[in-house]
């Protein structure tokens, strides 16, 4: 009923102008503006590459061919443009286009959320997109700029399946890949890494669907072990349910180090809610902490958290420009921290 909701109010609004359609939808003002207006961007996974921030998003276009369903058919991206900015706040450059789908030679359609990472003299660029099967894989393409243009392997990443990749690199130099997302990210047509085209979604009482990862190689293009579930679990040490949807694993994972701890962030998709949950290890398990940020106008939100200058950000999306669900714009609000570890819950709107 939500989604109904939403989609009802965004129709009657969308001849609104941009102040009025954030103000009137929320009752409320946006806390942060769209770091850039004249393409439509989401899911921004944002890193600092010799001290200047890099934002590797989305493309939303208006792929009005493609019939909307709960699987993200009409989500058709087909390229890459890298966004940079010397700091928070200040001018934000669009350096082209990085990647385009008709240069991956093993891609069939929708170029997913990418993520990237720098080593040894060279950028890194992962990325989902659907093959000739129209079955999701992960794939990986380099370069010696953190704009680009970037070069994909020929191939897919042995091993790698869904949506979502997320790199992190730890303090020791080892490099763990996440990925993973229910629905439309297929993850739930994988049983112990094996693909079922029938695989279902789960019923209400069942566990819920978990995120995956894998240690990478040190060339950086293929993984160094098999994949593995990561465990998420309640304050009660217990495995969440399908019907805990405000709490599982949906999509986007993300994963962060702060003060020795390792944090583990995600999109509870169907219920809106960016959450995290704390561990010690870059495998987990993760204990659930709360919500990281609280729904935005739109569905489902992808974010990523960076540190630069001393304070911490959060990046992610809403869909304050278009009004539309498929057409998202990236924007980015300070995070801090209690005293305890624990991260201060964000509302996107005042």
């Known amino acids: ?70 699987d993200g058919g009409h989500f058709a991206m087909r390229d890459y443009h890298i966004l940079s900015m010397d700091k928070i706040g200040g001018p934000v450059k669009d350096n082209g286009v990085a990647l385009d789908i008709k240069d991956i030679p093993w891609a069939g359609r929708q170029l997913w959320a990418p993520d ?26 380099t370069s010696k ?21 997320c790199v992190f690199q730890d303090t020791d130099g080892k ?16 049983d112990n890494n094996q693909y079922d085209a029938k695989g279902a979604l789960k019923k209400p009482e069942e566990v819920a669907y978990l995120p ?3 240690r990478l190689a040190a060339d ?53 809610n960016l959450c995290y949950a704390m561990g010690d290890s870059p495998y987990g398990p993760f204990t659930y902490k709360g919500v990281l940020l609280k729904p935005v106008l739109g569905w489902t939100n992808h974010h990523s958290i960076i540190e630069k200058d001393g304070k911490w950000y959060l990046f992610y999306h809403d869909i304050q420009l278009s009004g539309k669900t498929h057409l998202r714009n990236v924007k980015v609000t300070e995070m801090t921290y209690n005293p305890d570890g624990t991260i201060k819950t964000i509302d996107a709107y005042k």
């Open 220 to 272: 950086m293009k293929e993984l160094a072990e098999p994949v593995k579930a990561v465990q998420l679990l309640d304050e009660n040490g217990k495995p969440f349910l399908e019907k805990d949807n405000d709490k599982r694993f949906f999509e986007a994972a993300w994963l962060h180090k702060y003060k020795g701890k390792y944090y583990f962030s995600y999109s509870t998709g169907d219920t809106h």
């Open 175 to 190: 490099s763990y890949l996440y990925f993973g997302g229910i629905w439309g990210g297929q993850l739930q047509r994988w």
């Open 212 to 214: 995956r990862v894998a």
């Open 1 to 70: 009923m939500k989604r109904i909701r939403i989609s009802l109010a965004l129709a009657a609004l969308s001849c609104l102008s941009l102040s009025t359609f954030a103000q009137t939808e929320t009752g409320k003002t946006p806390i942060s503006q769209p770091l850039v207006s004249h393409i439509y961007t989401a899911d921004p996974s944002a890193h600092v590459f010799n001290g200047k921030i890099y934002i590797y998003p989305s493309h939303d276009i208006d792929a009005k061919d493609v019939k909307e369903d709960d």
């Open 116 to 141: 990237a990472a720098y080593k040894n003299g060279t950028y890194y660029l992962y990325f989902p997109v659907k093959d000739k099967q129209d079955v999701f894989h992960l794939g990986v393409a």
């Open 145 to 165: 700029s953190p704009v680009g243009p970037f070069k994909a392997e020929p191939q897919p990443m042995k091993g790698t399946y869904s949506i979502d990749p």
